[in-house]
Nanobody, 117 residues
Framework: QVQLVESGGGLVQPGGSLKLSCAAS????????LSWYRQAPGKQRDLVAT???????NYADSVKGRFTISRDNAKNTVYLQMNSLKPEDTAVYYC???????????WGQGTQVTVSS
């Protein structure tokens, strides 16, 4: 049984920073691609950032230069450092783990990020 548990969300003022964490338990190996998605009210879930097993990263244009994704394979944890936050970053942020060959897909329960003054 695989579980992904996000933490680190909260309320922050515009221009502030937050760091999200997602800890994986169960049969998640370092081969999995790890990603962060977000979903704002009334909108679809969108990809924010991905990091491969080899450390290659990819970001949505809207967060490039502000967000940084990283992973610690020894801890089975993926992080999302979010700087210069904007109100439009407000959303529920979800962690995702996907096997690059089998396509097996796992989701966390989500953590709320609210950017507001």
């Amino acid at each position: 049984q695989v579980q992904l548990v996000e933490s680190g969300g909260g309320l922050v003022q515009p221009g502030g920073s937050l760091k999200l964490s997602c800890a994986a338990s169960g049969s998640i190996s370092s081969i999995y691609n790890l990603s962060w998605y977000r979903q704002a009210p009334g909108k679809q879930r969108d990809l924010v950032a991905t990091i491969t097993s080899g450390g290659m990263t990819n970001y949505a244009d809207s967060v490039k230069g502000r967000f940084t994704i990283s992973r610690d394979n020894a801890k089975n944890t993926v992080y999302l450092q979010m700087n210069s936050l904007k109100p439009e970053d407000t959303a529920v942020y979800y962690c995702n783990a996907k096997h690059p060959i089998r396509g097996t897909n796992y989701w966390g329960q989500g953590t709320q990020v609210t950017v507001s003054s």
